[in-house]
């Protein structure tokens, strides 16, 4: 499956944006879709996940109850919402298609969208 992710911008603290990643090719509905993000100098990490069915969700510790991962397979697409951005949370965002809820566990990637948010 190849993957698109767009959406990223510069924003303030507090504000939103909204992540997508269309997929295309091989079946986008048969993955766990994640999204991970690489701040500078620091290692990537996964940000969120869901399963094939939305059946479950996974989200690191620093963003529970401010982001929300969602999916259409109907549209192949998958988003995050954003909500209460911080500065902690600038980075390169990549969408992923794999197997799992670790990062290791992705196989398919897209090329990265950077979000910058300004105090």
């Known amino acids: 499956v190849q993957l698109q992710a767009s959406g990223g911008g510069l924003v303030q603290a507090g504000d939103s944006l909204t992540l997508s990643c269309k997929g295309s090719?091989?079946?986008?509905?048969?993955?766990?879709m994640g999204w991970l993000r690489q701040a500078p100098g620091k290692e990537r990490d996964l940000v969120a996940a869901?399963?094939?069915?939305?059946?479950?969700?996974y989200y690191i510790d620093s963003v529970k109850g401010r982001f929300t991962i969602s999916r259409d397979n109907a549209k192949e697409t998958l988003y995050l919402q954003m909500n209460n951005l911080k500065p902690e949370d600038t980075a390169v965002y990549y969408c992923?298609?794999?197997?799992?809820?670790?990062?290791?566990?992705?196989?398919?990637w897209g090329q990265g969208t950077l979000v910058t948010v300004s105090s």
């Open positions: 869901i399963s094939w069915n939305s059946g479950s969700r």
């Open positions: 992923a298609a794999g197997t799992g809820y670790s990062e290791n566990d992705f196989d398919f």
């Open positions: 090719g091989s079946s986008f509905s048969g993955y766990t």
